[in-house]
């Protein structure tokens, strides 16, 4: 990426909190993001925008005409695409704290007062998070409130208003309990949250859970809002998704050490739920070392949605068999981290 703020507005100076804006071709949202960020009480903060689109002057004309000299632009030189993007946003700048905001995202006004506070409260924590409430968008650009939230896992109380994430959660066998655009982390304890650059988008909030130390922490108050909005960069991402899930699967329970128990509840777990990923551990089981053992708690009716599943879609069957071996750097990093968040835990 290429700076591009004008000769009035430099790269401000450095700060408590550095905020990344990631964007592309939504103006309107963009500036809506923008008005959030500067409506924080929280004022010591820098913001850079990340424009992903070569051909589109509008995020940096946007970022001139607010005048905030704690904000600046930078445009990309060709498309990264929204992994790359992240990763650039995670990377610059040494402030102690970061947080990244979507361009579809809000906060509200006391997201990085609270978080900040908490967060600074408690000095061995890497991370926190907060709950979020979903907004949807219209056919005409307006938006309304679902009344649905963006739930984290069950978890025991810290203190009467922060809950701690421990790892471990059934849920992040193949997903995150934490969200991208409601978290704020600390950089001293997650030096390095950068992921492969061909990851599957939908996948990026599950490896960088893993990435991140544990336990974290979880803020049970609704200062975020989660944009479902009309188009969406997780789309399209195919058969790469079900082969990054096969493998945080897999990694996840070579490094469980589980007992027989403990794995019939996981698989009732993944038989409850919509759609069941009964069939990722099927593929875990016959692709992966140390996952052999998940087939003995398979039933006839795992393996016969395992098999309507590769007959209907062989295409992705195949790629998830071929996970580890086609995507091998995505299985490094994913069984080095998912072995240092189990040794964290089991180390209290």
Known sequence: MTASPSPSHP???????????TTFQRPVLLARALACLRNQTHRDWIATVYNDDPLDPSPARLVAELGDSRIHCITA????????????????????????????????PDFLTRLHATLAAHPSAA????????????????????????????VPTLSPSVHTLEWGGH?????????????LIRRA???????????????????????????????????????RTRTTARAGDGHRWGALQTLLLATFVRH?????????????????????????????????PGCRHLLAHARITDWLRFVRTVLGRPAGAWACLR???????????LDRATALRFAEAAHG
């Open 11 to 21: 790269p401000p100076r450095s700060s408590l909190i550095r905020v990344g804006v």
């Open 77 to 108: 030189t060709s498309r990264l695409g929204p992994v790359r993007a992240f990763n650039a946003a995670y990377t610059e700048g040494d402030e102690p704290y970061f947080a990244l905001l979507e361009d579809d995202n809000t906060w509200d």
């Open 127 to 154: 991370a926190i998070g907060c709950q979020q409430r979903v907004m949807e968008e219209a056919d005409d650009g307006s938006w309304r409130e679902t009344g649905a939230l963006v739930q984290a896992a069950s």
């Open 171 to 183: 849920a992040l066998a193949t997903g995150a309990t934490l969200s991208n655009g409601a978290l």
């Open 189 to 227: 304890l997650a030096p390095s949250l950068l992921t492969p650059e061909d990851l599957p988008f939908a996948g990026v909030e599950a490896v960088r859970q893993r990435l991140l130390p544990h336990p974290l922490l979880y803020l049970p108050e609704t200062l975020a809002s989660f944009a």
């Open 256 to 288: 469980a050490c589980m007992s027989p128990s403990a794995l019939n509840g996981l698989w009732d777990q993944w038989r409850r739920q919509t759609p069941a990923p009964t069939h990722l551990a099927l593929h875990a089981g016959l692709s992966c």
């Open 323 to 333: 996970a580890r071996r086609r995507h091998a750097d995505w299985w490094s990093l």
